[in-house]
């Protein structure tokens, strides 16, 4: 048996309980807990988010600048995130030097971020990374909007395909379909694993579905007055549905009839023929009790680990 039929035949399971104060999330392979997520209704989701920002101090040595978003900490731009050409970011790509701190372009022929930006330039920036201690938000000016099968990202007009679809003929196929959509000149896409087998009007709806939120995006900055948010990131059961319930997915179960609805709507914006994986829990035991999946996170969480005996005799 190869080891692709080996990963088919993993039964993969996505399990959501939702209370009045958060959200919860479990990916099961085998029973086993593979991935848990939790994030509280009262959580402020920085990451993905659009803001339009100030920019409030530039600092050539750090080859950055400081762009106040409204929130509690100035966010932080470096000038490998703001060059913003398509051959800009090639560049970008090929000097950047990772033993640098934070990742960031040392002196490669990349401009000086004087020459870039000044002080009280408004910028439209996505956060990548979230606040730590005193520093503040990490920025782009590289934006991506991700849906299920793709990623739009304005600016940047080329097409890329997740080296995960192997297939040449498959790759061929997506990019034959993208290359017959109607797609403005300055926009390109990233094929996600999703994408594999699905026909040429899931991909034509997706695209028409990202347009529409990015033509609303840049109308609601044309509006703002910096600083301020123009697009909040989904939440939690939201990305499930966009980032999660992929081919692999056997079921997902949910048990609130309020967000399974909302669930389900969002499918039917993308992916309607993905609806029957979906299923309400109304059970009388609670959803992670009934899977042994509250065990499973009490172990995750346990200060003392059980270590397996076997195979520690030589």
């Known amino acids: 048996m190869n080891n692709n039929n080996k990963g088919e035949e993993m039964q993969k399971e ?65 000038v490998s995130d703001v060059v913003d050409s398509a051959a800009g970011l090639e560049s970008i790509l090929d000097t950047l030097d990772y033993d640098a701190p934070h990742g960031h372009a040392r002196d490669k022929g990349m401009p000086s971020i004087k020459d870039v930006l000044k002080k009280g330039d408004e910028v439209l920036v996505q956060i990548v990374k979230e606040p730590i201690g005193t520093k503040g938000a990490r920025l782009t000016t590289h934006l991506s909007l991700p849906g299920h099968f793709l990623v739009l990202m304005p600016f940047s007009p080329h097409i890329g395909i997740s080296k995960r679809i192997e297939d040449p003929k498959e790759r061929d196929r997506i990019r034959k379909a993208l290359e017959e959509l109607k797609i403005p000149k300055d926009i390109g896409l990233v094929v996600r694993t999703a994408s594999q087998g699905a026909d040429k009007r899931d991909l034509a709806r997706e695209v028409k579905y990202l347009l529409r939120l990015w033509q609303s995006i840049k109308e609601r900055a044309r ?36 967000d399974y609805r909302k669930f389900i709507r969002f499918l039917n914006s993308f992916s309607p023929h993905l609806r029957s994986k979906v299923k309400l829990y109304n059970g009388n035991v609670p959803l992670f009790e009934k899977h042994g999946i509250e065990t499973q996170i009490d172990k995750l969480f346990s200060r003392i680990v059980q270590l397996s005996r076997a195979g520690t005799s030589s």
């Open 14 to 78: 996505i399990y959501l309980n939702l209370d009045l104060l958060e959200t919860r999330v479990a990916m099961l392979e085998e029973k086993r807990l593979e991935e848990f997520f939790v994030e509280r209704h009262d959580a402020t989701r920085l990451v993905g988010s659009f803001y339009k920002g100030k920019v409030e101090s530039v600092l050539p040595g750090m080859g950055a600048a400081f762009v106040d978003l409204g929130l509690e900490k100035n966010g932080f731009l470096y």
């Open 223 to 258: 509006r703002a007055k910096a600083p301020s948010i123009v697009y909040e990131e989904y939440e939690l059961i939201l990305r499930v549905a966009r980032d999660m319930l992929t081919g692999d997915i056997a079921h997902v179960e949910i048990d609130s009839v309020q």
